[in-house]
């Protein structure tokens, strides 16, 4: 039978949902049965190295409670999920959940064209498929429906580029997941979730769930499991995909350095050529296990559980807590009273974006929304505030959180884990939000502490470039430092304006300094302008006076 309920919303990090699908990679809470003292245990990770949505799935929306719709499969025993009479294309509302395919097998509907690999060097070589990640459970199979924008059930790719390896050899998993939903007969435009991750396979018993635990499959029935290996950050990876609907609004993602090319025409298909390329970059992880029969592990988990208000041993089952990264303020509340949350246990290496046209941040209001790409937003951070950052009516704000430690660390200075931020936005967009028209803009970044100061450790670079983005990054700040700030303001006079650039500062003592601002006067010809900062420098073709 197929009738597994789940909720839409996957990335909504609620302890009072329980998720009854444990086949598809669904984050939220696992129970099992009551069990005796000996096996009674807790297991709580912080991660973003998984895709937090797998799986082929044809599903009908029920009802919608605090937010989240539930959702039945179809097809019961039907060969073809479309054949279930009781999910009629034309009266239904269905959800789709699939891998996008590869474009040599795609003529007209989404799929990826290529992925590729940046050497240091500059040169770009085009990853190659070498197979996929597991086959498709035939319970789960349905056909390609064109009039719907609907590919065929497939499963998702492995690459290998010439000269790339990883811990565990040369095959990458490509994963172009992607979410429809279909409101009787007509299709909204798609969710696509892209990623590529270092893997390697080895066969392991469908039955030994211990040793399957780490599998990153999509049928949980392939005996051959797939897993994470380990990868350098750093690694620029560009994909071209052909999708049916131009990306809108914000992209957000795990990378860094983030270029994004959106073709303006389509192609005889009415697809659009979208680019995107950067560097992968390593995500704190954290995983831990409490075992009722272990006085201090029990100790422990009774200070986590009563902080959480969540999972207390009078609960008579092994839990499971997969947190993803939006579980901002849960993670504080739990480094809080056990500071071994402050220490990662490795850092992953992730490519990760995410186009959904429904993300814009409700804080803008609609008055800059044009349906067109507005921005890209990517952190190192383990967990965020919000997938996007806030917009106060002033700055653009970005809350993060993570541990302070690399893992094994514990000098607080030299082992501290660097955090990494990078914001794009497109000229029109920034100048919407800010109001401003003609003027070339005053450019403020900056990264605060906790009490509320400069962080002047952190290396932040912002300006508008020639590609029409401004672009914006601050680095090398620690997660002391829990709030990115970004705001453009209308100068006095026109003219150049300068890019904001703040070199880290020399190796700070105990007690941070205090930021000094600077103002200088630069002129060129008979204009004359003010500029300020901690280091300011006169713009393009201006002296200092």
């Given amino acids: 039978m197929r009738t597994r309920p789940f909720l839409s919303h ?189 893997v390697y396979s080895e066969i392991v018993s469908v039955d030994d769930e211990d040793a399957r635990a780490e599998c990153f499959n999509v049928n949980e029935k392939d005996s051959k499991c797939w897993k994470l290996a380990t990868a350098s950050d750093g690694v620029v990876f560009k994909t071209d995909l052909k999708l049916l609907n131009k990306p809108q609004g914000w992209i957000s993602g795990r990378l860094t350095s983030p270029k994004v090319d959106i073709a303006t025409t389509a192609d005889a298909a009415k697809r659009y050529v979208v680019g995107i390329e950067g560097a992968n970059i390593g995500i704190p992880t954290i995983s831990k296990r409490y075992e009722f029969s272990n006085a201090d592990q029990k100790a422990k988990w009774e200070k986590i559980s009563t902080a959480l208000n969540q999972s207390p041993w009078t609960d008579r089952r092994g839990v499971v807590i997969p947190w993803g990264p939006e579980a901002f303020s849960y993670f504080n509340k739990v480094v809080a009273v056990d500071k071994e949350y402050d220490v990662a246990d490795k850092l992953a290496a992730v490519w990760r974006v995410v186009l959904d046209p429904n993300n814009v941040p409700k804080s803008y209001g609609t008055s800059c929304s044009t349906g067109d790409f507005q921005g890209f937003v990517s952190s190192n951070s383990m967990t965020y505030g919000t997938a996007l950052p806030n917009y106060d009516g002033e700055s653009m704000s970005y809350d993060v959180a993570s541990p302070h430690y690399k893992p094994g660390g514990k000098d607080y200075a030299a082992d501290a884990f660097s955090g990494r931020y990078d914001l794009l936005l497109t000229e029109s967009y920034a100048r919407c939000v800010w109001g401003i ?65 703040q070199e880290a500062a020399a190796p700070a003592a105990k007690a941070p300094a205090k930021v000094v601002v600077k103002s200088i006067s630069c002129v060129k010809g008979k204009i004359a302008k003010k500029v300020s900062g901690s280091n300011p420098k006169c713009p393009a073709g201006f002296k200092k006076k």
Avoid at 440 to 466: Q, R, W, Y
Avoid at 468 to 488: E, V, Y
Wanted: glycine share 10%.
């Fill in 10 to 198: 996957l990335l909504t990090f609620s302890l009072s949902i329980v998720l009854a699908v444990s086949g598809v990679g669904v984050l939220g809470i696992t129970q099992a049965n009551a069990v005796d003292d000996a096996d009674l245990y807790r297991v709580m990770s912080f991660r973003d190295d998984k895709d937090p949505i797998s799986g082929n799935y044809l599903s009908k929306a029920g009802a919608t409670s605090g937010g989240a719709t539930s959702y039945s499969g179809c097809g019961a025993e039907d060969d073809d999920l479309w054949d279930d009479a009781n999910c009629a294309v034309a009266t239904s509302v269905l959800q789709v959940r699939n891998y996008l395919p590869t474009c040599n097998k795609e003529q007209v509907l989404n799929c990826i064209e290529s992925v590729s690999w940046r050497k240091d060097d500059g040169t770009l070589v085009k990853g190659v498929q070498a197979g996929t990640r597991g086959s498709i459970n035939p319970d789960f199979f349905f056909s390609r429906k064109e009039a719907l924008g609907v590919s065929e059930a497939i499963a998702p790719q492995i690459y290998t580029f010439t000269g790339l390896t990883h811990s565990k050899g040369n095959n990458f998993a490509i994963t172009g997941h992607i979410t429809q939903d279909i409101n009787k007969g007509v299709t909204a435009p798609a969710k696509i979730l892209f990623s590529i991750a270092p």
């Fill in 437 to 501: 028209r003609d003027s070339l803009p005053k450019i403020e970044v900056n990264v605060f502490k906790t009490d509320g100061t400069v962080d002047s450790s952190a290396k932040v670079v912002g300006g508008l470039d020639a590609s029409g983005f401004f672009k914006f990054s601050a680095t090398g700040f620690t997660f002391s430092s829990p709030k990115i700030k970004i705001k453009l303001t209308a100068p006095p006079t026109t003219g150049g304006t300068p890019a904001v650039t």
